[in-house]
């Protein structure tokens, strides 16, 4: 079984830059197309971005586009997620999740129920 482990977390300002990490001691995480979702008290976990396991395909949720970027280092087992211009509506528990397939819908990416493995989340907090 694939243990994911998140870190990165932390209190922010509005507008500032966090960057979130996702790695594994196992060696599969590059073969995995890998999310990152988030869940704030009170609301249903959400899809935030993704990166397929051959890096060829990114998605955003629209809340994050132009803020938020998804990316992974082989050579280092990681998936990132650099979080750019933080508002408080972002201010959650931030998941990487994995999954062993995909089948390449665009929409797709964003059902939990996609995803073999989950981390134990991250939490982001943004206040002034």
């Known amino acids: 079984q694939v243990q994911l482990v998140e870190s990165g977390g932390g209190l922010v300002h509005p507008g500032g830059s966090l960057r979130l990490s996702c790695t594994t001691s196992?060696?599969?995480?590059?073969?995995?197309?890998m999310a990152w979702f988030r869940q704030a008290p009170g609301k249903e976990r959400e899809g935030v971005s993704f990166?397929?396991?051959?890096?060829?395909?990114?998605a955003y949720a629209d809340s994050v586009k132009g803020r938020f970027t998804v990316s992974r280092d082989s050579d280092k087992n990681t998936v990132y997620l650099q979080m750019n211009s933080l508002k408080a509506d972002d201010a959650a528990v931030y998941y990487c999740?994995?999954?062993?397939?995909?089948?390449?819908?665009?929409?797709?990416?964003?059902?939990?129920?996609?995803?073999?493995?989950w981390g134990q989340g991250t939490q982001v907090t943004v206040a002034s």
């Open positions: 196992e060696y599969a995480l590059k073969y995995y197309n």
């Open positions: 990166i397929s396991s051959n890096v060829d395909h990114t």
């Open positions: 999740a994995a999954a062993s397939f995909w089948a390449g819908d665009s929409g797709g990416w964003a059902r939990e129920s996609l995803y073999d493995y």
